[in-house]
């Protein structure tokens, strides 16, 4: 079940806020400019769909998004807990960057876990199947796909050079929860 934990930026003790309810989650990450939305499937997938399946079956919003935000590209990565190169690729998200575009992600399948720093709080947003997760460019963030990750997301993209990020270079993503 998607869940929220919002922290003060200086004590990863104790969340000032906690919920699972959809609305308190879009109410609270909207007030600092964080959209969060449920998709739901044109038709039913299958067990193994193709990425060209998944995009045609979120054809729609996906579009939409792209219209609206100025995305140029969509793509669909997937994360399966045999993947050889797991502990690399979580370590890639793992510390606090940004991006010069927004990062729009829509989990198909599948959990992770987006941790967003701003307006002087932490708020760790646990995504799952149906969730959309939209922040804004600039904004620091990290992500964890935990040790054994299982999540299948689609990337909406600005800039044709694909996913490229900024390092902040502040350790703060080591003292807050991971998705363990
Ligand atoms: C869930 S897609 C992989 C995460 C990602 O692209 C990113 O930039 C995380 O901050
Ligand atoms: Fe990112
Ligand atoms: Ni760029």
Not at 78 to 94: G, I
Not at 167 to 174: C, E, V
Request: with cysteine; net charge negative.
């Amino acid at each position: 079940m998607s869940e929220l934990k919002v922290f003060d930026e200086g004590d990863a003790s104790g969340a000032r806020v906690h919920t699972r309810d959809f609305e308190a989650i879009r109410r609270e990450l909207g007030a600092v400019g964080i959209r969060f939305e449920r998709w739901e499937a044109r038709q039913p997938l299958k067990p193994g769909a193709s990425q060209a399946e998944i995009l045609e079956a979120y054809g729609e919003p996906v579009e939409r998004l792209k219209k609206e935000r100025g995305f140029k590209t969509a793509d669909v990565l997937s994360m399966v807990p045999e993947h050889p190169d797991k502990v690399a690729l979580r370590n890639k998200f793992l510390h606090e960057h940004t991006h010069s575009e927004d990062e729009v992600r829509f989990f198909v399948e599948g959990q992770g876990l987006f941790t967003i720093h701003k307006a002087g709080r932490v708020y760790n947003v646990l995504c799952e199947k149906g969730d959309l997760i939209g922040v804004p460019d600039g904004t620091p963030h990290w992500f964890d796909m935990g040790p054994q990750p299982r999540f299948t997301a689609i990337r909406l993209f600005t800039h044709t050079e694909g996913w490229v990020a900024h390092p902040t270079g502040s350790d703060i993503a080591t003292r807050f929860p991971r998705f363990e």
